[in-house]
């Protein structure tokens, strides 16, 4: 079942008066258990075609379906709602908050979706073990390293079972086996769990989980395998 479609999107920006095209009528469509990875060199349009996609950015023009409704950019309210019901995002910065510990940090994005209380402790906690963080969960991000806190957003992203994970470059701040480890979540989670995964990648082991490879270049899809 397709989860997520976008037809020709396109997103410019002004500089000095000037549009200045970023994308440039790209598309794509994302099966339930499916694993995509969508590569490029930096400045192609990657991270910004994902922003439009997972609802934190409007396309200029073009189409967006989530689970068979048409995100109209126009509502904020029911862009918001779509993030909250049906995406999962891994933000490549993290965007922790540095006052809470990595369970609060899972826990407040628990809250929004509703669920509170010990259920949302019990459902972070699980999350956080699930990436190898059962020893930090009550550590703040200063006291975590650059791949604790790329495993706690992980967490926080995959946390209260939204069917769309949409990832800015998941294991770049992540050594070997702890990437390896994320990669092995995440084959389980699409394949077991019927969760599709988007992933933003340079990191060509992200191939040996993905269904199809998707690349980008200057804006525009220039090929597709799988």
């Known amino acids: 079942m397709m989860v997520l479609q976008a037809v020709d999107i396109h997103k410019q920006y002004r500089d000095a008066g000037e549009a200045v095209p970023v994308l440039k009528g790209v598309g794509l469509a994302l099966e339930q258990g499916e694993i995509v990875a969508l590569e490029g060199p930096s400045g192609s349009g990657k991270t910004t075609f994902l922003s439009i996609l997972g609802c934190l950015l409007t396309a200029t023009s073009g189409c967006l379906t989530i689970q068979g409704n048409e995100v109209d950019p126009s509502r904020p309210g029911r862009l918001w709602r779509f993030r909250r019901d049906s995406i999962g995002f891994v933000f490549q910065q993290f965007n922790l ?48 390293s650059g791949g604790q806190k790329q495993r706690v957003a992980i967490a926080r992203a995959l946390a209260g079972g939204s069917p769309i994970i949409l990832a800015d470059e998941p294991t770049g701040n992540l050594d070997h086996q702890s990437g390896e480890q994320i990669l092995d979540l995440f084959h389980d989670l699409a394949h077991r769990d019927d ?31 799988g």
């Open 97 to 144: 908050f540095p006052s809470l510990t990595a369970s609060e940090n899972v826990e407040y994005a628990l809250n929004i979706k509703g669920l509170r209380g010990r259920p949302a402790i019990l459902e972070a906690r699980k999350w956080l073990g699930a990436v190898g963080l059962e020893a930090r969960v009550d550590f703040r991000p200063r006291d975590l």
């Open 195 to 225: 969760r599709a995964l988007l992933i933003v990648t340079h990191d060509p082991k992200v191939r040996r989980i993905a269904d199809r490879v998707v690349r980008v270049l200057d804006g525009r899809i220039i090929e597709e395998k």
